[in-house]
């Protein structure tokens, strides 16, 4: 896989995962909503920046890894596609949620990089996170992808986790268009999980080849 075609496949995965309600986005819906748009916006550069902790070992991880053994690939292959797999089942079986507003609590103003900060440790503590990034990498992973692709790859991602938050801080200082998306989720999922069991069986695809 080129570098263009990789590109492609981790932007529509991506920017599908990034809109599926999750910690990062109550987070930022809670800091724009309490502390105005310049606080979601920050917090959005902390998440971004906290999405670098997960590419790096990933990425840079899985090609160590890799670089002189097959067998260890295609294991990371099998063990990826089927997370990927999983992902697209329990998003497929998402449903509408009850609607209902986003509780904010009594937060106190806080400086840029105490903000910045937040958004940085809400997403490099994600349990969820290391699965997710090592399943979505085996999908342009090969043992002839240069490193510099890899970098590539990850800097891409974390523009498109920045553009994506920094939008929908914007869009948050609209309390109705909060309810909007919360009532939406559910589509939202069941997209993001079409995309990625699709991914995962292009995944295994690729080992029984």
């Not at 590109?7 to 809109?19: N, R």
């Not at 930022?28 to 917090?43: H, I, P």
């Not at 797999?85 to 609607?99: E, F, H, T, V």
Request: aromatic share 8%; net charge positive.
């Amino acid at each position: 896989m080129d570098l263009y075609q990789g590109l492609l496949l981790i932007t529509s995965i991506h920017l599908l995962a990034a809109a599926a309600p999750g910690p990062d986005f109550v987070l930022v819906s809670q800091q724009t909503l309490s502390n105005g748009k310049r606080a979601g916006l920050l917090c959005s550069l902390g998440i971004a920046l906290g999405l670098s902790v997960h590419i790096l070992y990933s990425s840079f991880g899985l090609a160590a890894i890799i670089a002189n053994s097959s067998s260890a690939l295609w294991g990371i292959k099998i063990l990826g596609g089927g997370y990927l797999i999983y992902l697209g089942i329990s998003g497929l079986k998402a449903r509408a949620r009850k609607s209902e507003t986003i509780s904010i609590p009594s937060t106190a103003k806080r400086s840029a990089l105490k903000t910045i900060g937040l958004g940085f440790l809400c997403n490099a503590l994600n349990p969820k996170a290391p699965i997710y990034f090592v399943s979505l990498f085996t999908i342009v992973l090969s043992q002839q992808t240069p490193a510099e692709h890899l970098l590539i790859y990850g800097l891409w991602m974390m523009l498109l986790q920045l553009a994506w938050f920094s939008s929908l801080s914007l869009l948050l200082s609209r309390p109705r268009v909060t309810q909007q998306f919360q009532r939406m989720g559910h589509w939202i999922d069941r997209i993001a999980g079409g995309a990625m069991l699709l991914l995962g069986f292009k995944v295994l695809a690729t080992r029984a080849n």
